[in-house]
Structure formats: C-alpha cells, structure tokens
C-alpha cells in the first residue's frame, strides 16, 4: 500500500474516531454547560496550537518537510491560539469575547483542513522517514 493511501486511510480514521468521541462524551457535556463556559472549555484546548510553532524548526519534525506545508500549518496554529487566548482573556468583556471565539473556531478549522489537503498535496506520506544526508564530522 503507498505512504499516501495509508496517510489518507488514517486521516479518515482519525477524523471519525475524534467525530464518535466528540459525539458520545464531549458534546453531552457540553450542552450541560453554560454557552459560555463551554466555549471557554473549547478556547482552552485550542490555546495550546501554539505547539505548531515547531514546524518552523529546522529538522524537529522532520529534515525534508517542505516550507509550502510547514510555514502556514505553523502560523495557522499560531493564530488559533492567539485568538483562544484573546477570547479567554476577554470572557468578561461579551463584545469582544463572541467574535473572538467566532474567530478562533473558524480559523482553527480552515487551519486543519488546510493543512490536511496540504499534506496530501505535497505528498508529506511519500517523504515521511527520509533524511538528510549526513556530512562527516
């Protein structure tokens, strides 16, 4: 099987395995919840895309992972947790906490199904596991 069927054979996995987790013990709780609190459960776990960030670092996810996927999938997460971060910030103040949190959703899933498509795109399955090679010391 080829690196890039296995990759979309996972992703579509994933996307329904995180889709019945969602349904059966995430969504429930959160409908129990205030609107608020729970969109501030949402802005928290989306605070931490700054993790992103590591694609820009030359050879921690990879020596071959290419600039065309791994600047916009760093500053995508980036600006997802910024504006979680914000709407965290500003729960008290209702004009800027909605369209904080309207932003941050929006961006935050434009940012992973972009990134999906990027990463079929670019063939990232197909290089996965290469390295660069080694100059003697």
Known sequence: MSASAIFQIDMAVAYVAWALCVAKYILPRLKNMDLVAA?????????????????????????ELPEAFATPAAYGDLATAL??????????????????????????????????????????????????PRTPS
């Open 39 to 63: 969109q501030r459960a949402i802005a928290t776990l989306n605070s931490f895309r700054f993790f992103g960030l590591v694609f820009l670092l030359p050879g921690f996810v990879g020596p």
């Open 83 to 132: 504006l979680a971060i914000s709407a965290l910030l500003t729960v008290r103040i209702r004009g800027l906490f909605w369209p904080l949190v309207w932003a941050s959703n929006l961006v935050g899933a434009a940012d992973l199904i972009m990134n999906t498509a990027h990463a079929v795109r670019l063939d990232l399955p197909g290089i996965a596991g290469h390295s660069a």
